[in-house]
């Protein structure tokens, strides 16, 4: 379970990163 919850938060963060990178 957290492997997987971390993997999410992870593929989360670098989406939003590419996404919109200024917003960091």
Known sequence: M???A???V???T???T???PHTF
Do not use: A, F, G
């Open 14 to 16: 670098i989406y939003n």
């Open 2 to 4: 957290q492997h997987l």
């Open 18 to 20: 590419i996404q919109q």
């Open 10 to 12: 992870t593929h989360h």
């Open 6 to 8: 971390h993997r999410l």
